[in-house]
């Protein structure tokens, strides 16, 4: 079983839809979640993170953590062409005892069309 | 904040040859240095962390030998592609997360850098 799963897509969605990408972990001890975004042929740049269960928002992408289920989402609302990208979910096992190494899914593409 | 730089953004070398990539942090003290590489179309894997002033922690099966990894100052770490060959070839990506402020929360990577040996 991969450590962090993510649906390689893509994943298609109207200009102005709701794209909602999923990301389940195996580690249930992980303490903290990110997503990133990544630009064909450039590096990944941080979206948002998140610690606690719930969702946490920023601007129109919403994560969502459930840490019972061992998933995380993140929702980007009124999606834009300039949205398409693939989309790196990351977790990180060990916080309060000093930086833990990233591991990444393999990265949903989302594809969004005018 | 936490801004991370790499040098050169492209290199071209001859197979045998050796190529040097650095990796800055310009705002934040790193004191974790992480390399990846990527392939075409495939995810990020991971090659090595290293922490300022000490050996770095390679990956399975990663050849320590082949890419040397220097962690000299809480500023720059290098990563050395030792005895290049076409199979190299591929996007290296550096990150970069300190003790403090953002870069404490999480990595932020630098812009990568293109290895093409022919």
């Known amino acids: 079983q991969k450590e962090v799963e993510q649906n390689s897509g893509p994943l298609s969605v109207p200009e102005g839809a709701i794209a909602s990408l999923n990301c389940t972990y195996s580690d249930r001890g992980s303490q903290s979640f990110f997503w990133y975004r990544q630009y064909s042929g450039k590096s990944p740049e941080l979206i948002m993170f998140?610690?606690?269960?719930g969702d946490k928002e920023d601007g129109r992408f919403t994560a969502q953590l459930n840490k019972a289920s061992q998933y995380v989402s993140l929702l980007i609302r009124d999606s834009q062409p300039s949205d398409s990208a693939t989309y790196l979910c990351?977790?990180?096992?060990?916080?309060?005892?000093?930086?833990?190494?990233?591991?990444f899914g393999t990265g949903t593409r989302l594809l969004v069309s005018p | 904040g936490a801004v991370v730089s790499q040098h050169p953004s492209w290199v071209i070398c001859k197979s045998g040859t050796s190529v040097k990539i650095e990796c800055r942090s310009l705002d934040f003290q790193a004191t974790t240095m992480f390399w990846y590489r990527q392939f075409p179309k495939q995810s990020l894997m991971l090659m090595a962390t290293s922490n300022e002033g000490s050996k770095a922690t390679y990956e399975q099966g990663v050849e320590k030998d082949k890419f040397l990894i220097n962690h000299a100052s809480l500023t720059l770490s290098t990563l050395t592609v030792t005895s290049a060959h076409p199979e190299d070839s591929s996007f290296y990506i550096c990150?970069?997360?300190?003790?403090?402020?953002?870069?404490?929360?999480?990595?932020?990577f630098g812009p990568g850098t293109r290895l093409l040996v022919l």
């Open positions: 990351a977790v990180n096992s060990r916080v309060n005892t000093g930086f833990q190494k990233l591991v």
């Open positions: 990150s970069a997360n300190g003790r403090s402020g953002r870069a404490r929360e999480t990595q932020y």
């Open positions: 998140i610690y606690s269960n």
